[in-house]
């Protein structure tokens, strides 16, 4: 099979042009996409406890703990603790933080209207459903772990 046939080569070389594609927007205003991504998930009223952050994006505690101490080091955000719950901490948005997530929303946004007009509804329908099956099958198969049985079957 080349890897043109494959789907994951098609997801990642997508998914790298559009990462590419942020990266650009965001190294001009001073931020990563990464960081864009982050400000997003931040409820601009409320602030958002800094536990739900991490698997809202599918990201190790450890390293959005890193990317937090480099926001609130930039002047991006602030912390509070609880009110409510003493042991739980709320990550708020400062007014630069809130300039950068705006930015972030507004790529969001425009790219995602970009390919509506170029992507019928009907296809985007597809889309969404083939990569809902995707991560299911990922989920549900435990994928690595049948690649170990088979390679185990092939040796004996």
Known sequence: MKKEETVDYHI???WHAISRMYNQGASARGITASI???????????GTPAT??????????????RMLKNLEANGFIYKVQDKSDKRSVLI??????KKKRRFSRN?????NEKVRENVSEQ??????KVMNTINNTIEENKVLDQIEIIENEQTH
Do not use: C, Q
């Open 123 to 128: 296809e985007l329908d597809i889309f969404f």
């Open 107 to 111: 790529a969001v946004i425009y790219f």
């Open 52 to 65: 739900k952050i991490a698997p809202m994006l599918g990201m190790e505690a450890r390293s959005l703990t």
């Open 12 to 14: 990642k070389s997508v």
């Open 36 to 46: 864009g991504f982050v400000l997003l998930n931040i409820d601009m009223e409320n």
């Open 92 to 97: 708020h948005l400062t007014e630069e933080g």
